[in-house]
């Protein structure tokens, strides 16, 4: 089965910066999509980033894009989310999940991904 574990959360101010990390277990499919997820209090859960590591696409919620990087290590199955210049409505629990069929075409959507980790906590101070 797939394992999925999330790390990287913590207490930051705001402007600061993070680098949160998804290890993979247990994926033995030839493609796929591993996307971060976001789900702040009180709100729905709403995608952030995906990367497809056979090709290298990567993509962003358009809020996002120049604040937020995604990058894979194949040599340890992680996947990372760095997180610059953070604010204090970017504080939720930040998940990542895996999905087999559409590989990050429907990234924003977290009803079609199949596997998911706890998640790990961002929060930022104002």
């Known amino acids: 089965d797939v394992q999925l574990q999330a790390s990287g959360g913590g207490l930051v101010q705001a402007g600061g910066s993070l680098r949160l990390s998804c290890a993979a277990s247990?994926?033995?499919?030839?493609?796929?999509?591993i996307g971060w997820f976001r789900q702040a209090p009180g709100k729905e859960r709403e995608g952030v980033s995906c990367i497809r590591p056979s090709d290298g696409s990567t993509y962003y919620a358009d809020s996002m894009k120049g604040r937020f990087s995604i990058s894979s290590d194949s040599a340890k199955n992680t996947v990372y989310l760095q997180l610059n210049n953070l604010k204090p409505e970017d504080t939720a629990i930040y998940y990542c999940?895996?999905?087999?069929?559409?590989?990050?075409?429907?990234?924003?959507?977290?009803?079609?991904?199949?596997?998911w980790g706890q998640g790990t906590l961002v929060t930022v101070s104002s």
């Open positions: 247990g994926l033995r499919r030839p493609d796929y999509g």
């Open positions: 999940a895996v999905e087999t069929f559409y590989y990050c075409s429907q990234h924003g959507f977290p009803g079609l991904f199949d596997y």
